[in-house]
C-alpha cells in the first residue's frame, strides 16, 4: 500500500503522538505507524523537560571521589553533580552541543510544552518555568515538568506531613521502604509507611487495574457489603494517628479510579480529613494509560473535520465485571472502553490516519486491512460454538478432494541464547535458600533497596534557590538532621537485594513481559508473566504464601524472556513454580494431574501406538473418544489426534543401514524429538538427506524426549529423568566430533537453555553450547544461498510462513523468510510475530481450548489474506493449530529444502 500522506510519523510514543498532533494540527495529511503497544502505557505519565544535566568533560562519570550533593548518578559511581534542575530552559545552554535540546534551543522546548498543555488536561505545571519534585513509586523524587493533578498534592516542596499507604497483595511496592528512602533523601517533611489490608476477598494477583475498577465503581468488596471507598478509608484511618507527625496529605500507588478518580480522590479525601495524592506506579500505569487516551483524543479532534467520526473506534472493554482487570489492560465501563481502540477502515475522509502492524488487543491502534476483507476472526467470536465452528468449516472445504498424503510434521529455529543463571536440582521448591537467608543476622535476610531506574535516582535538597519546586513554591531546604554533604545516593541502606533471585530487582517497575504475553492478552484472569516468576519469590519471603494456582494457566512459550530488556530468568522461575506447584498442591488422583501427566508423557503413549498404528489412529479418529477423553480427562475433543506413521523415523533410519555418508570431520549428531519420530517421520527423512547432500554424516544417537510438554506442565522430575538419558548421549556424540542440530526449535530450546537452567547433570554445558536447530546450523556452515540459486525444484511455490514463539526466543523468527525469499519462482510470506495459540499440550486442555483459539486468531487472519494457500512452520504443535484452525497444508522448511535440492 503506498504512503501518500504528507507526513510520516513512526512510533506511538510520546514523541510520536505529540508530533503527529503537531502536524495535523497545521493541516498536514499524517500517518502515524506504530509497530506495538505504546510504551505511554508502562510510563510514569509525568512529562519531563530536563530534569538533569549530562556529566560532561573528560573523564565524567567515573571519578568515584566527587562529592555527593544531588540526585542521580551519571554513571554507577559518580554522582551528577547538579542535582535536580530547577529551571529546565535555563540549563539548555549548558548542555553538550549535540544533544537534542541544545540543538532546537529552549524555545522549541517551551513550544512543545505549550502543545501539550493546549492540547491535554488535568495537568499541573504550565503556570511557570520551573520543575516539580514528586515523589516515586521506588522511593525517589524525580523533577518533571508537567505532572497530573492527581499527584499535585505529593509535591516534595511541600512541607506538609505525609503517610505512604501500601497494600499486602501488592508486593512491588513497600511503603514503609518508599518512607524510609524519602527520609533518608532528606524531605522537608515528616513521612511515614504503613502497609494495610484491602480487598481482602481480590486474589493474590489482583492488579492495580482491578483495585482502580473497584474504586471507581464504589464495589461492595466484603461479606458486609461495605463499599470499596469506605473499606478503603477505615483501613488508612487508624495509621493516621500512628504517623509521625499530623499527617495532612496521604499517597497512595496510582490505582484511585480510572474513568472517575477525581471523585475517588475526592471522597477519599472528605473521609479522610486530609488531602490524597497518587504516586506514579505501575506499569500497568493508569497514569500512563490515561495520558495516552488523552493525547489519542486529541490526535482525533485533530484529524477530522468538525462532525467527522475520529480516527479511533472504541470497542467494548474486554474486562468482564467481577474480574480482575487483565495486566496493563485498561479498565472501563461497558460501552466506554478505550482499550484496544481500533481504526475505521481507510478513509480519504480526514487528514490523521494511524498504522500498526499487528493487531493486539490492548491500548493501541488497530492495523488498517485491506478494503472488503472480512472482519477478523477474534471480531466474529461471539461464544463457544462459533470458535469451534469456524476451523471445522475451514478444513471441510480444503480436504475435499485432497489426495491422501503422509502425516507431515513441524519445528522452528533461533540465534544461541545468552546465558541465563545455572540451574540446580530440577523441581528445587521456591522456598529452597542458602544457609545466608537463613541466618537472619546476615545481610541478605532483611529488605533491601532495588536498583534505581533511569528516571528514578536519589535525590537530596540543596539550598533554597537551587532545587527543583512544584513551580511557584519556594524550594524546600534540607529536612530535619539531613546533611547532604554525607548523603550517599547510592546505598541508601545496607542488606542484600529485595528478592531472592539474581536479576528479579530488575523488574520492580518493569512489565514489558506482561504486555508481550499472549496469554494475558485474552485471558482477563492470568495475572501475567511477572507475577508468576519475581513476584511469587517477593509474596514467598513476604510470608509464608503457596505458589498461586494461575502458574498452570501459563503456557511456557517462553515470550516473556525474549521481551524481557534485563535478562531476568522468567521462564526459570515459571518452570520452578509449576514444579513446586505440582508437587506440593495438586492432588495425584485429579483429573487435572492424570490428564497432564499423559499429555506430558507423550512419548510414551506414541511409542505404544506406533506398534499398531492403523487401529490407534482409527480409534483416536472416533467421536466416541474424543467425547470420552473430554469428558474423563479434560483432552478436548475439538482437535484431531495426530495420526501416527505405520514407520516410524528410527524403523526407517534403521532399515536403510543408517548413516549413507562416513565423514568423521563433519558430523552431526540428530535429535528428533518425539513428533518427527512418531508422526511426521518426513521431516526427519528431509533432514538426513539436507544434510548428506552437503556431506555430513548424520548420526541418530538414543533419546528420549526433550522435556518440553514436562516442563509446561510442571512435572520436572519425569524432565530430569530424560535429561539424563539426552546428556548422556548427545555429550557422547560431541565427544566423538558432532555438532546436536534439532528439527524442532522447542527440542533445540529445551536442550540449549531449560535443561542448563534447571538442571545440574554432567556434560549439560556442553550439550548446551553445542546444540543447534537444523536450518540454523546449514545457514551458518553452509551456502544455502547458492545452492538455492542452482535449484529448480520450488518453482511456482508460495507460503505463509509462521515463526514459533519458541524460534523467536533463540532468535531465529525469520530465518525460514530470509532463506527462500531469493529462490525465484517462490514466494514466503511472514504471516506476523503472533502466537499460536497452542503451546504444545496447552490447546488440548478442554478449558484452554477457546483460548488458544482466541490468541491464534491474529494468525488465521493473517495466513487467510496471505498469497499462498500451503503453510510453513518449524513447530509440529504450531502446524497443528495452523491447520485446524485455517485447514492449510503445512510443511517444515526441511521438506522445503529437501524437495529443492535432493529430490
Not at 70 to 83: K, M, Q, S, Y
Not at 129 to 140: E, Q, S
Not at 196 to 224: G, Q, S
Request: glycine share 10%.
Amino acid at each position: 500500500m503506498a504512503i501518500a500522506s504528507d507526513v510520516l510519523v513512526v512510533g506511538g510514543g510520546l514523541a510520536g503522538l505529540t508530533a503527529a498532533l503537531s502536524a495535523a494540527r497545521e493541516g498536514a495529511d499524517v500517518r502515524l505507524v506504530s509497530h506495538k503497544a505504546p510504551t505511554l502505557r508502562q510510563a510514569s505519565g509525568l512529562i519531563d523537560a530536563l530534569g538533569y544535566l549530562p556529566p560532561t568533560g573528560a573523564g565524567a562519570g567515573s571519578d568515584p571521589a566527587a562529592t555527593p550533593t544531588a540526585g542521580r548518578t551519571g554513571a554507577r559511581d559518580r554522582p551528577d553533580p547538579e542535582g535536580p534542575l530547577a529551571d529546565p530552559f535555563d540549563a539548555v545552554d549548558r548542555l553538550p552541543d549535540g544533544h537534542p535540546y541544545r540543538l532546537v534551543g529552549a524555545g522549541a522546548l517551551r513550544e512543545g510544552l505549550a502543545l501539550f498543555d493546549d492540547a491535554v488536561d488535568g495537568y499541573r505545571g504550565e503556570h511557570t518555568d520551573r520543575n516539580a519534585l514528586l515523589p516515586t513509586f521506588g522511593g525517589t523524587v524525580k523533577p518533571t515538568a508537567r505532572y497530573p493533578a492527581a499527584a499535585a498534592a505529593g509535591v516534595a516542596s511541600d512541607r506538609r506531613p505525609m503517610l505512604v499507604v501500601g497494600f499486602r497483595s501488592l508486593s512491588a511496592f513497600d511503603a514503609r521502604q518508599v518512607a524510609d528512602r524519602l527520609a533518608a533523601a532528606g524531605v522537608p517533611f515528616p513521612v511515614t509507611g504503613a502497609e494495610v489490608e484491602f480487598a481482602a476477598a481480590f486474589r493474590a494477583d489482583a492488579t492495580l487495574t482491578r483495585f482502580a475498577r473497584a474504586l471507581d465503581r464504589n464495589e461492595r468488596i466484603d461479606d458486609r457489603g461495605k463499599p470499596a471507598r469506605a473499606a478503603l478509608a477505615d483501613a488508612v484511618a487508624p495509621h493516621l494517628d500512628a504517623a509521625d507527625g499530623d499527617v495532612e496529605r496521604v499517597g497512595f500507588p496510582a490505582f484511585l479510579g480510572d474513568d472517575d478518580a477525581a471523585a475517588v480522590r475526592a471522597d477519599l479525601a472528605d473521609r479522610l480529613g486530609a488531602d490524597v495524592f497518587e504516586i506514579p506506579a505501575g506499569p500497568p500505569s493508569l497514569p500512563g494509560m490515561r495520558l495516552a487516551d488523552r493525547l489519542y483524543d486529541a490526535l482525533g479532534a485533530a484529524g477530522r473535520p468538525e462532525g467527522e467520526r475520529g480516527p479511533l473506534r472504541r470497542r467494548r472493554d474486554r474486562a468482564r465485571d467481577g474480574r480482575a482487570g487483565r495486566q496493563g489492560h485498561r479498565v472501563r465501563p461497558r460501552g466506554g472502553s478505550r482499550a484496544g481502540a481500533r481504526l475505521p477502515r481507510p478513509s480519504s475522509r480526514g487528514p490523521l490516519r494511524v498504522v500498526r502492524r499487528r493487531r493486539l488487543r490492548r491500548s493501541a491502534v488497530r492495523a488498517l486491512r485491506r478494503p472488503g476483507r472480512r472482519p477478523p476472526p477474534a471480531a466474529r467470536v461471539g461464544g463457544r460454538s462459533t470458535v469451534r465452528e469456524r476451523p471445522r468449516r475451514r478444513r471441510d472445504a480444503r480436504r475435499r478432494g485432497r489426495r491422501p498424503r503422509e502425516v507431515r510434521e513441524r519445528r522452528v529455529a533461533r540465534d544461541r541464547p545468552g546465558r541465563r543463571p545455572r540451574g540446580g536440582h530440577g523441581g528445587v521448591p521456591m522456598t529452597d535458600t542458602s544457609d545466608d537467608h537463613d541466618d537472619p543476622n546476615s545481610p541478605a535476610s532483611g529488605p533491601g533497596v532495588p536498583r534505581l531506574g533511569r528516571d528514578e535516582q536519589p535525590a537530596v535538597y540543596v539550598p533554597e534557590g537551587d532545587a527543583a519546586t512544584d513551580g511557584g513554591v519556594p524550594s524546600a531546604d534540607h529536612g530535619p538532621g539531613s546533611d547532604s554533604g554525607s548523603y550517599d545516593p547510592v546505598d541508601v541502606f545496607d542488606g542484600g537485594s529485595l528478592d531472592l533471585r539474581e536479576g528479579a530487582d530488575s523488574c520492580y517497575k518493569c512489565a514489558t513481559c506482561d504486555t508481550s504475553c499472549p496469554v494475558a492478552e485474552v485471558d482477563d484472569e492470568f495475572p501475567g508473566p511477572k507475577f508468576q516468576g519475581p513476584e511469587q519469590w517477593r509474596l514467598k519471603r513476604k510470608e509464608d504464601a503457596d505458589i498461586d494456582p494461575s502458574v498452570m494457566s501459563c503456557s511456557n512459550c517462553m515470550r516473556c524472556d525474549s521481551a524481557c530488556p534485563s535478562s531476568v530468568p522468567l521462564s526459570q522461575m515459571h518452570n520452578e513454580a509449576r514444579g513446586e506447584y505440582v508437587a506440593e498442591g495438586m492432588e495425584t488422583l485429579s483429573r487435572e494431574y492424570v490428564r497432564n501427566r499423559i499429555l506430558s508423557n507423550y512419548r510414551l503413549f506414541a511409542a505404544l501406538a506406533s506398534r499398531t498404528p492403523r487401529l490407534a489412529n482409527f480409534v483416536a479418529g472416533l467421536g466416541a473418544t474424543k467425547w470420552l477423553g473430554e469428558k474423563l480427562l479434560g483432552i478436548t475433543a475439538e482437535r484431531e489426534f495426530p495420526d501416527f506413521a505405520e514407520r516410524t523415523f528410527r524403523e526407517w533410519w534403521r532399515d536403510r543401514g543408517g548413516a549413507q555418508v562416513r565423514a568423521p570431520d563433519k558430523r552431526v549428531a540428530y535429535f528428533h524429538g518425539c513428533y518427527s519420530n512418531y508422526n511426521t517421520p518426513e521431516v526427519g527423512k528431509a533432514m538426513v538427506r539436507v544434510f548428506e547432500s552437503f556431506g555430513y554424516e548424520v548420526l541418530v544417537p538414543p533419546q528420549q524426549c526433550s522435556g518440553t510438554p514436562m516442563f509446561a506442565n510442571g512435572m520436572l522430575p519425569d524432565a530430569r529423568r530424560h535429561a539424563e538419558t539426552n546428556v548422556a548421549e548427545l555429550a557422547a556424540a560431541i565427544e566423538d566430533g558432532a555438532d546436536v542440530v534439532a528439527s524442532c526449535t522447542s527440542c533445540s530450546l529445551s536442550l540449549r537453555q531449560e535443561y542448563p537452567e534447571l538442571f545440574d547433570i554432567e556434560g549439560i554445558e556442553d550439550v548446551s553450547d553445542h546444540t543447534f536447530e537444523a536450518l540454523e546450523y546449514l545457514r551458518i556452515h553452509e551456502d544455502l544461498e547458492g545452492a538455492l540459486a542452482d535449484s529448480d525444484g520450488l518453482d511456482g511455490e508460495a507460503f505463509a510462513y509462521h515463526a514459533p514463539c519458541h524460534a523467536r526466543n533463540q532468535g531465529l523468527a525469520r530465518q525460514a523468510v530470509e532463506t527462500f525469499r531469493d529462490v525465484d519462482g517462490v514466494a514466503v510470506e511472514d504471516v506476523g510475530d503472533s502466537c499460536s495459540g497452542i503451546s504444545g499440550t496447552y490447546g488440548w486442555k478442554a478449558e484452554k481450548y477457546e483460548t488458544s483459539m482466541e490468541i491464534g486468531g491474529e494468525m488465521f487472519e493473517h495466513m487467510e489474506h496471505a498469497d499462498g494457500e500451503v503453510g510453513m512452520t518449524e513447530c509440529p504443535t504450531c502446524a497443528m493449530q495452523m491447520e485446524h484452525g485455517t485447514g492449510y497444508e503445512i510443511r517444515h522448511p526441511l521438506e522445503i529444502l529437501a524437495a529443492a535440492l535432493v529430490d
